[in-house]
């Protein structure tokens, strides 16, 4: 049975059955087998000023230069090493003024290659939800420039769970259930995204009088060793999008394997709320995934 988004949203009582990410929490999740990633566990870590010898430029004194420049290293490097990769996603996000439950999904992402513009290989995505238990089963399958740019969504979970929809990924309704799209899932839109936001967050504070940039060794992920760049603005100003954010980097594999930021204190002396985390895990680079990976077929599939 394949739905259109209009043909779901016709069914009031199943409408969130219908939107990727909406996800309802469970008190029964077994905490055994899915440890919950915090922040004050994830980012517990001290360091220096992030300050590395770069070359010179108009605004060489800000704190965000370095950053910047060592994010578009970081996607020179992904896009000229990282084919693909395999990992589980575990990530919590604030919906409006809901924080969500630790969500769970095994991904299986090949990364987009483009040349003059012109797409050579497609971002292709396939997720499968593991967690929370109104949502286990759900599958989804994301290829660019197929399907009129929408995702195929198997509801999973306990009611309709073989009913599979189109769902556009930047709709209304995705959008009011997380804050982003399959369309961003990858490594290289990934540091797009923090390419962009650093450069807005650069513009806002040109002083830098209201930014700190931190680079932070020794921190741990998984057992695995990380660096961490810790950007903090410690005043709330316009067009500033968070008050702390931690990127945390696999020493090893050279790749973001954490993500967080959170919002300013409500009040001095509170510890800042968090916004959004996301914690790539069991991470496997590079693995020359076949093409049947997102075949629509895998929907349907036990």
Known sequence: MLCTERCALAWPAARAAFVVFAWMATSTLCAAEFPQQTQSSA???RGSAYRPQ???SDVSDHPLTPVIDYAHREQKFLRQNVRDFTCRLVKRERIGHFLQDVHFIDM???EGVYQNNQVVQPLSI???FLAPRDVVDRRVIYIE??????MLVRNGGRHFEYVVATIDPNGENARQETLVPVTEI??????DKMIAVLERHRQADPTGENTRAQRITGAKINDRSCTVIRITHPRRMDQLEFHLANVFVDDALHVPVRVDYSDWPR???DKPGLIAEYTYTQLQLNVDLPENTFDRSRLRSR
């Open 43 to 45: 980012a517990s870590v």
């Open 54 to 56: 770069l070359p010179d």
């Open 108 to 110: 299986q992402v090949r």
């Open 126 to 128: 396939y997720l499968h």
């Open 145 to 150: 420039g197929q399907n009129d740019g929408k």
């Open 186 to 191: 990858g490594f290289n839109r990934l540091l």
């Open 267 to 269: 009040r001095e002396g």
